[in-house]
């Protein structure tokens, strides 16, 4: 069965700073999937980024980025210069025995 | 794009009563799954349907079923509803070929609260 660990349970900071979400993804299986899900105040899960296991290149998305290391399992998301509105739980999913399995999420406070 | 809806939004129900979710996959999406989440935790996997068929089952009480009909819309039944019941409850849906990890996407959840 695989796993998903979000270590950190909260993070804070002031606005401006960059922050970065850590995920460590346990499995057996030599190909998977990796995602990033973003939970505002109001409840949705929106989904950010997939991300497959051979492909190993970093992504960025305007103040987002994402680095996988498959030698680590880890998946981490990196929010450059945070704003308010990027406060949120991140959950971090990996997809295997054809569901999706949760991290237990990151809480995400920006500070004005 | 269209996406995941769900309804109703918000549900209020005393114990022991019975609720009734719907969710209306994106279009041409052949899967959609059911997710739980209890406040402050992670969703967890109830179950999904591929094609209208049952394709996996997770952490769903029995007092729970669903079923996906013809139009791809799907339905969670819970009935003897206890406290505990009260959660977000996500519908899902992706196109998913068996054995891929295609992009699963969430409706905005039903929050259902048992008094």
């Known amino acids: 069965a695989q796993k998903v660990t979000q270590a950190q349970t909260e993070i804070s900071v002031v606005e401006k700073e960059d922050v970065t979400l850590d995920c460590v993804y346990e499995?057996?299986?030599?190909?998977?999937?990796l995602f990033w899900y973003k939970q505002p105040p109001s409840g949705e899960l929106v989904f950010l980024i997939r991300?497959?296991?051979?492909?190993?290149q970093n992504e960025i998305s305007g103040r987002y980025s994402w680095n996988f290391q498959k030698s680590t399992s880890s998946f981490n998301f990196t929010i450059t210069a945070s704003q308010v509105v990027d406060s949120a739980v991140y959950f971090c999913a990996g997809w295997g025995a054809q569901k999706l399995v949760f991290g237990q999420g990151t809480r995400l406070t920006i500070n004005p | 794009a269209a996406g995941v809806i769900q309804s109703p939004r918000h549900l209020i129900k005393e114990k022991r009563e019975t609720a009734t979710l719907k969710c209306y996959p994106i279009p041409r999406h052949d899967t959609v799954y059911w997710y739980q989440q209890g406040p402050g935790q992670d969703p967890q996997f109830l179950i999904s349907?591929?094609?209208?068929?049952?394709?996996d089952k997770g952490s769903i009480p029995d007092r729970f079923s669903a079923q996906q009909f013809s139009d791809y819309h799907s339905e969670l039944n819970m009935s003897s509803l206890e406290l505990g019941d009260s959660a977000l409850y996500f519908c899902a849906s992706s196109y998913l070929p068996r054995g891929s990890g295609n992009t699963i996407y969430f409706g905005e959840g039903s929050w259902l609260t048992v008094v």
């Open positions: 991300r497959n296991s051979f492909d190993e």
């Open positions: 499995t057996r299986d030599t190909t998977y999937y």
């Open positions: 349907f591929y094609e209208k068929m049952q394709s």
